[in-house]
């Protein structure tokens, strides 16, 4: 269990006394804050009172007040609250902070971040991110952080990868690892192969217009092909483009 008293102590100082059973639910509060001015943008909660929905959102803020200096991007911590835990995760560019309460200490830890990286695929599909208010993006993530508690409540059934979810009737699309997230993480990689491409055809241009300006100097405006300096440039120039056309086969092959 990770340590970081920091934000243990902004957590402790919610003041929360109470028993927190969470009525037998695994996996019963999970929220999307915006870190630099400590918005929550989104937060899905299974108790139905009030005085347990107020201090749980309450920890939840002193926690992205303390993320934001705490915290750098991509890292993650557990903290251990009452009788369960917070799972914290911060997104890659250190903008936004996701958290799952998990009931019981026993809950494994790679389940919870693995929920919350299925429910930042959603969060990055939301436009507005940067500029929304306190729960704006409520209407839209609530209903996905229910189907993502619905998924990962039960440990063994996810362990076993079981078959997505079925909620109100239809697919709900979220696996152990949902077809959402394979989807986003293969096109990024897509995308990450055709700029490396294009970035070698941009090179192989280069070389080719150095090459022929190499040529041109040395070679003055006598267009002799016996000249040694044309002959080694047009050599050059089969030699790059062999290989350019090696490279490109390879590269389409992969991509």
């Known amino acids: 269990l990770a340590q970081a008293s920091c934000l243990q102590d902004q957590a402790a100082s919610a003041q929360l006394s109470m028993a927190t059973t969470w009525k037998g639910h695994a996996l019963p509060f999970v929220a999307v804050g915006r870190v630099k001015d400590s918005v929550t943008l989104a937060y899905y909660i299974s108790t139905d009172v009030e005085e347990q929905k107020t201090q749980t959102k309450e920890v939840f803020k002193k926690l992205l007040d303390a993320a934001r200096q705490k915290l750098s991007a991509s890292q993650r911590t557990r903290l251990q609250w009452n009788d369960g835990s917070v799972c914290c995760m911060m997104d890659n560019e250190g903008?936004?902070?996701?958290?799952?309460?998990?009931?019981?200490?026993?809950?494994p830890e790679r389940l919870a971040y693995q929920l919350l990286a299925n429910l930042s695929v959603h969060v990055q599909r939301q436009k507005n991110i940067f500029d929304?208010?306190?729960?704006g993006l409520n209407e839209d993530l609530e209903p996905r952080m229910q189907e993502l508690v619905a998924q990962y409540e039960d440990p063994k059934q996810t362990l076993t990868g079981q078959p997505p979810t079925m909620v109100h009737g239809r697919d709900s699309g979220l696996g152990p690892l949902s077809d959402a997230a394979a989807r986003h993480a293969n096109s990024n990689l897509h995308n990450r192969r055709m700029m490396m491409y294009g970035g070698f055809c941009l090179c192989f241009c280069i070389v080719i217009a150095f090459i022929f300006i190499w040529a041109n100097s040395r070679g003055g405006e006598d267009e002799d092909p016996d000249k040694p300096a044309v002959n080694g440039a047009l050599q050059a120039i089969a030699t790059v483009a062999d290989q350019a056309a090696v490279t490109r086969s390879a590269w389409t092959a992969m991509v």
């Open 95 to 107: 903008e936004l902070l996701y958290c799952v309460v998990t009931a019981q200490l026993s809950y």
């Open 132 to 135: 929304v208010g306190e729960n």
